[in-house]
């Protein structure tokens, strides 16, 4: 197969469609670090 851009755009429809703009790195502009502490 052909090497992958993360640059370029790609999805499909409906649901599919979740990482459309720009792939992962679109995504990742919506998600936000959080830390979180478990009780020992």
């Not at 993360?6 to 792939?23: D, I, L, V, W």
Request: hydrophobic fraction near 30%; charged fraction near 20%.
């Amino acid at each position: 197969g052909a090497n992958f851009n993360g640059q370029a755009p790609f999805g499909g429809y409906k649901q599919s469609g979740n990482t459309r703009e720009r792939g992962v790195f679109g995504l990742e502009e919506f998600l936000e670090t959080k830390s979180i502490q478990l009780p020992d």
